[in-house]
């Protein structure tokens, strides 16, 4: 249904939409294409005919989806077509295969970014400027008040926790997402692990599709094995445990005796994490001054913000930019009104 008076990509019930193209970023639903950014649950859903990614982000969405879903993936700044429609996937250093999505059509280029950080992350590629006249940004850290330091020696940091744990017999139980934040846990850790990681099931595959695409990363143990272990009368003491949150609700955790929490994560600035022993500030997105680097450096002209907080939005307004939130992009403001003629392309 390519009409020319749609922006190139809208925002549809099945999410970014480009008409001209006939192809979706991210759908929310199936749809006959999906172009990818990454493999979280979030962006990439079941139940579309054809993907698009990066290629090495191919497995962590087969691991994510299933194998049999049909994917054709191309090398960062590959260039493919969709008729007169030229997209490339760029780096957006988030995770793994992560990509933003470049557009371009009639001499317009839109970007959708998806997530991207550009802080330091030894298990991916870095995030690459890409210029444009449109940037659909995300922003999940779209307010002021997420800032943090650039450039931590994380993989130090966690470790000397761990060694201080240690020293007093106590475990350390690390929580990080499954994929993306575990995996730049343990690339932060491989130069200082002393001894494997015990990492949670959930973590295992994933962890090993990065592996596959030649990232280092601290040597792991699966806990179950561990566990089985201990039942047969070994300690468990002084052990780095790298799981998701909900590992306290199993049924050994009684087993790890004594432990230490700590959570990995870009909401632990702001001090929240009195729920845990200790926090390390670690985001795999921008945080307000990058988001607005990023935006600075695309060029862009005009700017839609996925967020549902307006400050951004705001924020750009004050710098003279045309920012919107992203659904200014409702493809029903750009459809006909009863009445009028659909103009077809
Ligand atoms: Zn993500
Ligand atoms: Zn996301």
Redesign the pocket.
């Known amino acids: 249904m390519p009409m020319n008076n749609l922006p190139l990509i809208t925002w549809t019930n099945k999410g970014l939409y480009c008409a001209a193209g006939d192809f979706y970023i991210d759908p929310h639903r199936a749809v006959d294409v999906a172009i990818i950014t990454h493999a ?1 649950s ?2 990439a859903r079941r139940g579309s005919k054809k993907y698009i990614s990066v290629d090495s982000g191919v497995e962590l969405l087969k691991t994510r989806l299933g194998n049999k879903i049909q994917v054709e993936s191309y090398k960062y700044g590959e260039v493919f077509y969709f008729g007169k429609v030229k997209v490339s996937l760029h780096s957006a250093g988030h995770i793994l295969g992560s990509a933003q999505v470049r557009v371009e059509h009639d001499g317009e280029v839109w970007v959708a970014s998806g ?1 991207y950080k550009r802080d330091h992350d030894p298990s991916c590629d870095p995030f690459e400027n890409v210029l444009c006249d449109t940037f659909i940004t ?1 922003a ?1 850290f779209g307010t002021p008040k997420f800032v943090w330091t650039k450039n931590l020696n994380h993989g130090a940091m966690i470790h000397e926790w761990w060694c201080e744990n240690e020293k007093k017999g106590v475990n350390s139980i690390l929580f990080g997402y499954s994929l993306g934040k575990a995996q730049r846990i343990l690339a932060e850790l491989s130069p200082f692990a002393h001894k494997p990681v015990l990492i949670h099931s959930t973590i295992q595959e994933l962890t090993e599709c990065y592996r596959r695409q030649n990232r280092d990363m601290a040597r792991t143990k699966v806990l179950g094995e561990k566990i089985k272990e201990l039942i047969l009368d070994q300690k468990l003491e002084g052990e780095l445990l790298l799981a998701p949150p909900s590992i306290l609700t199993e049924n050994w955790i009684h087993l790890a005796g004594t432990y230490q929490t700590a959570f990995a994560s870009g909401w632990m600035q702001n001090s929240n994490w009195n729920r845990y022993d200790r926090g390390f500030v670690m985001s795999d997105h921008a945080d307000w001054n990058d988001l607005n680097q990023t935006i600075k450096e695309s060029g862009a002209r005009k700017v839609f913000v996925q967020h549902r907080n307006g400050a951004l939005v705001r924020h750009l307004k004050k710098q003279g930019l045309e920012a919107y939130p992203i659904d200014h992009l409702n493809i029903e403001n750009y459809l006909p009104k009863p009445g009028e003629n659909l103009v077809l392309i």
Request: no cysteine; net charge negative.
């Open positions: 979280h979030d962006h997530d995300e999940t």
